[in-house]
Protein backbone atom coordinates (compact mmCIF):
# COMPACT_ATOMS: atom_id res chain seq x y z
CA UNK A 1 0.00 0.00 0.00
CA UNK A 2 1.11 3.66 -1.03
CA UNK A 3 1.24 5.71 2.07
CA UNK A 4 0.34 9.02 1.25
CA UNK A 5 2.67 12.06 1.25
CA UNK A 6 1.90 13.42 4.93
CA UNK A 7 2.87 17.33 6.13
CA UNK A 8 5.24 17.82 8.87
CA UNK A 9 3.59 20.69 10.33
CA UNK A 10 0.36 20.96 11.58
CA UNK A 11 -2.28 23.33 10.29
CA UNK A 12 -1.04 26.13 13.02
CA UNK A 13 2.40 26.02 12.95
CA UNK A 14 2.20 25.78 9.00
CA UNK A 15 0.40 29.24 9.69
CA UNK A 16 2.05 30.88 12.05
CA UNK A 17 5.70 29.79 10.97
CA UNK A 18 4.93 30.38 7.26
CA UNK A 19 7.50 34.01 6.48
CA UNK A 20 8.45 35.93 3.60
CA UNK A 21 11.40 34.11 3.15
CA UNK A 22 14.30 36.38 1.14
CA UNK A 23 17.15 34.14 0.69
CA UNK A 24 17.02 30.46 -0.13
CA UNK A 25 18.81 27.54 -0.23
CA UNK A 26 19.99 25.70 -3.58
CA UNK A 27 18.60 22.32 -2.12
CA UNK A 28 15.56 21.29 -4.70
CA UNK A 29 12.01 20.59 -3.45
CA UNK A 30 11.50 16.99 -4.03
CA UNK A 31 8.87 16.28 -7.00
CA UNK A 32 6.64 14.28 -5.17
CA UNK A 33 6.39 17.34 -2.51
CA UNK A 34 5.58 19.91 -5.43
CA UNK A 35 3.11 17.76 -7.02
CA UNK A 36 1.34 17.84 -3.57
CA UNK A 37 1.71 21.32 -2.90
CA UNK A 38 0.21 21.81 -6.57
CA UNK A 39 -2.35 19.16 -5.66
CA UNK A 40 -3.57 20.94 -2.40
CA UNK A 41 -3.15 24.51 -3.40
CA UNK A 42 -5.93 24.04 -6.22
CA UNK A 43 -8.17 23.10 -4.03
CA UNK A 44 -8.60 27.02 -3.39
CA UNK A 45 -12.29 27.81 -4.10
CA UNK A 46 -13.52 29.93 -7.19
CA UNK A 47 -16.80 31.54 -8.12
CA UNK A 48 -18.67 28.87 -10.18
CA UNK A 49 -15.65 27.35 -9.88
CA UNK A 50 -13.71 28.84 -12.31
CA UNK A 51 -10.38 28.73 -11.08
CA UNK A 52 -8.90 31.05 -13.21
CA UNK A 53 -5.91 30.64 -11.79
CA UNK A 54 -2.63 29.38 -13.91
CA UNK A 55 1.23 29.01 -12.79
CA UNK A 56 4.42 28.79 -14.95
CA UNK A 57 6.58 27.22 -13.18
CA UNK A 58 10.09 28.26 -13.34
CA UNK A 59 13.34 25.99 -12.42
CA UNK A 60 15.62 26.21 -15.42
CA UNK A 61 18.51 29.27 -13.78
CA UNK A 62 18.84 30.91 -17.08
CA UNK A 63 15.10 31.61 -16.65
CA UNK A 64 15.41 32.20 -12.87
CA UNK A 65 17.83 35.39 -14.09
CA UNK A 66 15.41 36.56 -16.61
CA UNK A 67 12.47 36.64 -14.10
CA UNK A 68 15.02 38.03 -11.40
CA UNK A 69 15.94 41.18 -14.42
CA UNK A 70 11.72 41.81 -14.34
CA UNK A 71 12.25 41.78 -10.53
CA UNK A 72 14.00 44.49 -9.44
CA UNK A 73 17.07 42.25 -9.52
CA UNK A 74 15.62 40.91 -5.97
CA UNK A 75 17.83 37.44 -5.34
CA UNK A 76 15.38 35.27 -4.10
CA UNK A 77 13.95 34.63 -7.52
CA UNK A 78 17.47 33.01 -8.66
CA UNK A 79 18.48 30.96 -5.17
CA UNK A 80 15.12 29.68 -4.66
CA UNK A 81 15.13 26.27 -6.69
CA UNK A 82 11.15 26.83 -7.73
CA UNK A 83 9.57 30.31 -8.56
CA UNK A 84 5.66 29.95 -9.99
CA UNK A 85 4.82 33.11 -11.67
CA UNK A 86 1.21 33.29 -10.63
CA UNK A 87 -1.69 34.40 -13.34
CA UNK A 88 -4.85 35.67 -13.74
CA UNK A 89 -6.60 33.91 -17.06
CA UNK A 90 -9.28 36.29 -18.35
CA UNK A 91 -10.62 34.10 -20.75
CA UNK A 92 -12.91 32.39 -18.15
CA UNK A 93 -15.67 33.97 -19.78
CA UNK A 94 -15.33 32.28 -22.97
CA UNK A 95 -17.90 29.71 -23.63
CA UNK A 96 -15.65 26.71 -24.83
CA UNK A 97 -13.72 27.50 -21.23
CA UNK A 98 -17.53 27.81 -19.20
CA UNK A 99 -18.58 24.13 -20.91
CA UNK A 100 -14.89 22.80 -19.97
CA UNK A 101 -16.13 23.69 -16.47
CA UNK A 102 -19.37 22.41 -16.47
CA UNK A 103 -17.78 19.26 -18.06
CA UNK A 104 -15.89 19.19 -14.87
CA UNK A 105 -18.59 19.36 -12.59
CA UNK A 106 -20.49 16.83 -14.68
CA UNK A 107 -18.00 13.87 -14.31
CA UNK A 108 -17.80 14.73 -10.91
CA UNK A 109 -21.43 14.26 -10.38
CA UNK A 110 -21.79 17.95 -8.73
CA UNK A 111 -23.79 19.46 -11.86
CA UNK A 112 -27.08 18.72 -12.75
CA UNK A 113 -28.52 20.46 -16.08
CA UNK A 114 -30.37 22.29 -14.48
CA UNK A 115 -26.87 24.24 -12.64
CA UNK A 116 -25.26 23.82 -15.88
CA UNK A 117 -28.01 26.11 -17.41
CA UNK A 118 -28.16 28.95 -14.94
CA UNK A 119 -23.92 28.69 -15.05
CA UNK A 120 -24.46 29.33 -18.76
CA UNK A 121 -26.70 32.45 -18.49
CA UNK A 122 -25.00 33.77 -15.05
CA UNK A 123 -21.55 33.81 -15.70
CA UNK A 124 -21.37 35.80 -18.78
CA UNK A 125 -23.74 38.69 -17.22
CA UNK A 126 -21.38 38.36 -14.12
CA UNK A 127 -18.46 39.31 -16.28
CA UNK A 128 -20.80 41.86 -18.18
CA UNK A 129 -22.50 43.74 -15.43
CA UNK A 130 -20.60 42.86 -12.23
CA UNK A 131 -22.11 43.51 -9.09
CA UNK A 132 -18.96 43.49 -6.73
CA UNK A 133 -15.74 43.97 -9.06
CA UNK A 134 -14.70 46.55 -11.20
CA UNK A 135 -13.35 44.45 -14.02
CA UNK A 136 -12.44 40.91 -14.74
CA UNK A 137 -8.60 41.49 -13.91
CA UNK A 138 -10.08 42.27 -10.38
CA UNK A 139 -12.01 38.68 -10.53
CA UNK A 140 -9.12 37.19 -11.62
CA UNK A 141 -6.47 38.47 -9.19
CA UNK A 142 -8.89 37.63 -6.66
CA UNK A 143 -9.14 34.08 -7.44
CA UNK A 144 -5.43 33.54 -8.14
CA UNK A 145 -4.24 35.13 -4.77
CA UNK A 146 -6.67 33.08 -2.99
CA UNK A 147 -4.73 30.08 -4.43
CA UNK A 148 -1.30 31.37 -4.17
CA UNK A 149 -2.58 31.89 0.01
CA UNK A 150 -3.26 28.44 -0.22
CA UNK A 151 -0.02 27.01 -1.94
CA UNK A 152 1.98 29.25 0.85
CA UNK A 153 0.24 27.87 3.61
CA UNK A 154 0.04 23.85 1.87
CA UNK A 155 4.24 24.53 0.99
CA UNK A 156 4.97 25.58 4.60
CA UNK A 157 3.11 22.17 6.21
CA UNK A 158 6.05 20.40 3.97
CA UNK A 159 8.52 22.55 5.23
CA UNK A 160 8.56 24.95 2.01
CA UNK A 161 8.84 28.28 2.30
CA UNK A 162 7.97 31.05 0.08
CA UNK A 163 8.13 34.50 -0.73
CA UNK A 164 4.87 36.14 -2.36
CA UNK A 165 6.15 39.37 -4.64
CA UNK A 166 4.63 41.97 -6.10
CA UNK A 167 8.00 43.51 -7.33
CA UNK A 168 8.60 43.04 -11.28
CA UNK A 169 7.51 44.78 -13.89
CA UNK A 170 4.67 42.98 -15.80
CA UNK A 171 4.70 43.41 -19.12
CA UNK A 172 8.14 42.45 -19.02
CA UNK A 173 7.06 38.91 -17.35
CA UNK A 174 4.43 38.55 -19.53
CA UNK A 175 7.27 38.80 -22.44
CA UNK A 176 9.87 37.05 -21.22
CA UNK A 177 7.87 34.41 -21.02
CA UNK A 178 5.04 34.00 -23.83
CA UNK A 179 1.96 35.11 -21.42
CA UNK A 180 -0.76 36.21 -23.64
CA UNK A 181 -2.83 39.38 -23.22
CA UNK A 182 -5.50 37.97 -21.39
CA UNK A 183 -3.54 36.67 -18.81
CA UNK A 184 -2.17 39.01 -16.08
CA UNK A 185 0.41 38.26 -13.62
CA UNK A 186 -0.65 38.53 -10.16
CA UNK A 187 2.61 37.96 -8.16
CA UNK A 188 6.08 35.63 -8.09
CA UNK A 189 6.23 33.18 -6.10
CA UNK A 190 9.87 31.61 -5.20
CA UNK A 191 9.66 28.45 -3.16
CA UNK A 192 12.61 26.33 -1.60
CA UNK A 193 14.09 26.24 1.72
CA UNK A 194 14.83 29.42 3.69
CA UNK A 195 19.13 30.00 3.97
CA UNK A 196 19.00 33.03 6.47
CA UNK A 197 16.73 33.99 9.40
CA UNK A 198 13.53 35.79 8.52
CA UNK A 199 13.59 39.14 8.95
CA UNK A 200 12.09 39.88 12.35
CA UNK A 201 8.09 39.66 12.50
CA UNK A 202 6.72 42.74 11.76
CA UNK A 203 3.56 42.28 14.17
CA UNK A 204 0.11 42.44 12.78
CA UNK A 205 -2.33 45.14 13.88
CA UNK A 206 -4.99 43.80 16.61
CA UNK A 207 -8.27 41.93 15.84
CA UNK A 208 -10.04 44.64 17.51
CA UNK A 209 -8.59 47.27 14.83
CA UNK A 210 -9.53 45.00 11.91
CA UNK A 211 -12.93 42.78 12.90
CA UNK A 212 -15.62 44.95 13.18
CA UNK A 213 -19.17 44.07 14.54
CA UNK A 214 -22.36 44.00 12.52
CA UNK A 215 -21.14 47.18 10.56
CA UNK A 216 -17.74 48.98 9.73
CA UNK A 217 -15.79 50.92 11.95
C1 LIG B 1 1.19 40.52 -2.62
C2 LIG B 1 2.50 40.59 -1.88
C3 LIG B 1 3.60 41.15 -2.51
C4 LIG B 1 4.84 41.16 -1.88
N1 LIG B 1 5.94 41.59 -2.58
C5 LIG B 1 7.16 41.43 -2.06
C6 LIG B 1 8.32 41.67 -2.85
O1 LIG B 1 8.26 42.04 -4.01
N2 LIG B 1 9.52 41.46 -2.27
C7 LIG B 1 9.66 41.02 -0.99
O2 LIG B 1 10.79 40.84 -0.54
N3 LIG B 1 8.58 40.77 -0.23
C8 LIG B 1 7.34 40.93 -0.73
N4 LIG B 1 6.23 40.63 0.02
C9 LIG B 1 6.39 40.09 1.37
C10 LIG B 1 5.93 41.08 2.44
O3 LIG B 1 6.87 42.09 2.62
C11 LIG B 1 5.69 40.27 3.74
O4 LIG B 1 4.70 39.31 3.48
C12 LIG B 1 5.25 41.17 4.89
O5 LIG B 1 6.28 42.05 5.25
C13 LIG B 1 4.85 40.37 6.11
O6 LIG B 1 5.89 39.48 6.48
P1 LIG B 1 5.64 37.92 6.61
O7 LIG B 1 5.03 37.44 5.31
O8 LIG B 1 7.01 37.33 6.85
O9 LIG B 1 4.70 37.70 7.76
C14 LIG B 1 4.97 40.66 -0.56
C15 LIG B 1 3.85 40.16 0.09
C16 LIG B 1 2.62 40.11 -0.56
C17 LIG B 1 1.45 39.48 0.13
Known amino acids: MITPLQPTHNLKDSIEQRRAARSFSPAPIPE ?23 FVVVKEQANKERLRACAFDQRQVTEAPVVLICCGDRRVNQTDYIESVIKLGKDAGAINDA ?13 KNPPCFDSIEVWTNR ?15 FGVDSCPMEG ?6 KEAFNIPPEVDVCCLLPMGYAAEPFKLYGGRFPIEQVFYSESFG
Open 32 to 54: EILQEIWRLGVRSPSGFNLQPWR
Open 115 to 127: FADIMRSSIPSLF
Open 143 to 157: HTMLAVAHLMIVAKS
Open 168 to 173: FVSTQV
